[in-house]
């Protein structure tokens, strides 16, 4: 586990805290989360590359100073972890501007996945079902294919310029393919503000007034 000063013991060489938001992969998180602790590990840089640690970091510092209390955080020594990636920029005029716009950033994607996470245990605790015939779902399930048509046929591209004309060929049809299902895409696309609009808005999901949904956000308890 981190220590309160957002330093490691000498032994520990990678993160091992199981810090994770279930978001089901509907935003870019754990994407991001993938790429960047691969670059601070095989760097050995784990202070100074931002990566899931230092969300974890950012997260408690938000419960303890408040909603957006970037220069809280930062000024407290518990979270000096949250200051390291930033130190090879700090002779830069527009810093301090440049690392708020990055924590603001970084927490906006957080949230979101954090809402997400929070609504498919909504669903799975009221055993709730997607319709299939929404147009989401058919959406989802074209982005789904066109995935796996461009990773199954990516060697095509070389083959191809290889001068193999049969792979040439093959790679024609997949093109076609692809054209076609984000042609549907597109289709799939114009239906959901249709679809979307007849969700009823927060406030009413909830049953609290804007003003209350406010209130409770900017609330530190």
Not at 19 to 31: M, S
Not at 131 to 150: I, K
């Amino acid at each position: 586990e981190p220590r309160p000063n957002g330093r490691r013991d000498d032994k520990a060489e990678k993160p091992r805290f199981m810090f994770n938001i279930a978001d089901g992969g509907f935003t870019e998180l754990h994407t991001l989360w993938q790429n960047e602790e691969r670059a601070a590990i095989s760097s050995g840089k784990l202070n100074e590359i931002w990566h899931r640690r230092h969300d974890y970091w950012l997260l408690a510092g938000i419960v303890l100073h408040g909603y957006a209390r970037w220069t809280d955080i930062q000024n407290d020594g518990a979270f000096g972890v949250i200051n390291e990636p930033f130190k090879g920029e700090a002779s830069k005029g527009n810093f301090l501007e440049m690392k708020n716009k990055f924590l603001a950033r970084r927490f906006k994607l957080l949230e979101q996945a954090l809402v997400i996470e929070e609504q498919l245990r909504r669903a799975a605790y009221l055993n709730m079902t997607q319709d299939p015939s929404h147009p989401a779902m058919a959406l989802n399930t074209r982005f789904a294919e066109v995935e796996c048509l461009a990773e199954s046929h990516q060697h095509l591209s070389k083959e191809s310029l290889a001068g193999n004309k049969p792979a040439n060929a093959v790679l024609h049809k997949v093109l076609n393919q692809l054209e076609e299902l984000l042609s549907d895409m597109k289709a799939d696309v114009t239906r959901l503000p249709a679809t979307l609009s007849r969700i009823p808005p927060i406030a009413a999901r909830l049953q609290m007034s804007e003003r209350s949904i406010l209130s409770r956000l900017a609330s530190k308890g």
